[in-house]
């Protein structure tokens, strides 16, 4: 049925906080299309249980192979990876078709599984699957999620074989109905909530922390339906992101930080678009219209659109790397232009690193628009030195470090035509181990480069993030173990420069104060409550993978320090353990 005809979308004109107690906001709210229904059968799953929410899911790849036979090589690219994308789509008769093609604009956010969920006459139906968007679904598939209302997500995940059944969105029966939900981001109370929650008996089936919202849905008392979702996640404490799906609503809510992207824009029929990128609304053809913002919850239904707060945090800490790296150039994240964003550091960089030099490149593909800014403010060319393939599958049997380093010269290629005799400044978003970056250097030195001049578009990364980012131990990250001085030697380059923090939060200007820097100083906007101290080869998952014992000790009890010399002592006391 056209949404034209079914739905009445208009925003609300103000915002219902939620310090009241639910039950009293739920008799403010009350009305009949609002009220709990009788639980429906969820199609594709297996009985339901309050004990034991998570629901199976149709497997996209049904012939796929047991996944813990598979080893990924996260290091490629030795870049921090964003964990997730996530899309909802409320009234629109092809919702799960523009789910498909906005995971598409949002495949740079995960690469390494995908699901939709959709609604059909109240009946929730899932299909997730290992692989690229393309790879999971094909016309077949999509004809099992009919409806017009439907969520999606993309994300990466870590090696091992909790790599399948951790694919989202995740699918929930209880007794008052059905719910999906798909979640960009980290919960740094995991560990409490879910030790909390298997002392009263709840069964998990993943090592995702997203599952322990579920697990919170279902033991909440608040009515109607769409409450225990807000019930839930006033209890996490981290970043996220969500989207869920019941019977009939869309739900989206963004953690009171707003550490991690979501905005919402409408089709020409009507239809409601919630999406981790403005990219993904542009390819649907749904028109931008605001942020959801840090500690909102929006519920859209038959009736319109509500909009709820959770507890706000008087000072957003929206992460800065979505604007270095993560985003696409053409989306607007946090109300600011990504392209305009990493233009500007790249002419930071030239006026505050200038070199002599004859030609400009960048490191493909995000290093692009920072060389172009450095490039036009230093008044030398820009050229393309080097070629990226897009065409290099990723590894699935984790090589040795010799075939690592093939594998980079299979990804970029130099074009000595650039490069030969010539004085280079190659801009690059970002060092994280600083392994490519020497390679790359080697392979334009290689070409016939008189000179190789870095210039790095980010200041150092010194911290692992916890706040749904992947990123390697602190050990690993080279910032945090050497000099400037230290470091261009190791990349074996001519000069080598970074963004400064304060230039960079200079160009932020009054929303500065509203960014995560947690990366570059070591200092959490919110302290973890379980520290996994990252080791060598760690990447964190979407949840935090595996059982205490699995990790061999490395869980920490306790709130991190913001001194930086106690976080140290943390990882010399779980390197002893």
């Known amino acids: 049925m056209a949404a034209s005809s079914t739905t009445n979308l208009s925003l609300p004109k103000s915002q219902i906080p939620l310090k ?221 992101s969500m989207v869920f799906v019941t019977e009939d609503k869309l739900v989206a809510v963004r953690d009171p930080f707003g550490f991690r992207p979501l905005v919402m824009g409408r089709r020409s029929n009507g239809a409601i678009v919630f999406a981790s990128e403005t990219c993904a609304l542009d390819l649907i053809e749904a028109t931008y219209e605001r942020e959801v913002n840090p500690g909102e919850v929006l519920v859209v239904d038959k009736e319109g659109i509500q909009s709820l707060c959770l507890i706000p945090h008087p000072e957003p800490k929206q992460c800065i790397f979505e604007h270095i790296y993560f985003a696409l150039p053409n989306s607007e994240v946090f109300g600011r232009s990504v392209y305009e964003s990493r233009y500007l550091f790249g002419e930071i960089l030239a006026t505050e690193a200038p070199v002599d030099c004859d030609v400009v490149i960048a490191v493909p593909d995000s290093g692009v628009v920072a060389a172009l800014g450095y490039a036009a403010k230093a008044g030398v060319p820009f050229q393309q030195g080097l070629i990226r393939s897009h065409y290099v599958g990723r590894t699935f049997i984790e090589p040795s470090q010799k075939i690592r380093d093939f594998g980079v010269k299979l990804k970029l290629s130099p074009v000595r035509g650039v490069l030969e005799g010539k004085r280079v400044v190659v801009v690059d978003d970002s060092i994280v181990r600083g392994t490519t970056s020497s390679k790359i250097v080697r392979l334009i030195k290689e070409a016939g480069a008189k000179e190789v001049h870095m210039r790095i578009a980010s200041p150092p990364i010194i911290a692992s993030c916890y ?111």
């Open 467 to 577: 706040y749904g980012v992947d990123t390697p131990s602190s050990e690993e990250l080279i910032s945090n173990r050497m000099t400037v001085e230290e470091i261009r030697e190791f990349i074996g380059c001519d000069s080598l420069a970074f963004l400064p923090l304060d230039r960079l939060k200079n160009l932020l200007g009054d929303d500065s104060p509203n960014y995560c820097y947690a990366c570059f100083s070591g200092r959490y906007p919110v302290q973890p409550k379980e520290v996994k101290v990252k080791r060598v080869g760690d990447f964190m998952d979407d949840g935090l993978n595996g059982s205490i014992e699995s990790i061999d000790g490395g869980w920490v009890q306790g709130p991190l320090s913001h001194d930086m010399e106690k976080v140290s002592e943390v990882r010399k006391l779980s390197s002893l353990s």
């Open 20 to 240: 009241a107690p639910l039950s009293l906001l739920a008799k403010t709210l009350h009305k009949p299309s609002l009220l709990p229904r009788q639980p429906s059968s969820v199609s594709h799953t297996v009985a339901f249980s309050a004990k034991n929410p998570i629901s199976h899911v149709i497997s996209a790849n049904e012939n796929y192979p047991d996944d813990s036979s598979f080893s990924f090589n996260f290091d490629d690219d030795d870049k921090p990876r964003e964990e997730c994308g996530v899309v909802g789509i409320y009234g629109d008769p092809e919702a799960s078709r523009l789910c498909y093609l906005a995971l598409h604009a949002l495949q740079h956010r995960g690469q390494e599984g995908a699901g939709i969920v959709a609604v059909n006459n109240k009946v929730l139906q899932s299909v997730t699957g290992v692989g690229l968007v393309s790879d999971v679904f094909n016309e077949s598939k999509l004809d099992q999620l009919p409806g017009d209302l439907a969520i999606g997500h993309v994300r990466y995940s870590t090696a091992g074989s909790s790599m399948l059944k951790n694919v989202q969105p995740f699918v929930a029966g209880y007794r008052f109905g059905s719910v999906g939900v798909a979640h960009n981001g980290n919960l740094v109370n995991y560990r409490k909530l879910r030790a909390a929650l298997e002392d009263n008996g709840s069964i998990f089936n993943t090592s995702s922390d997203t599952e322990v919202v579920l697990h919170l849905i279902a033991i909440s008392k608040a009515r109607p339906f769409f409450l225990r979702i807000v019930d839930a996640c006033e209890k996490l404490e981290g970043a996220y």
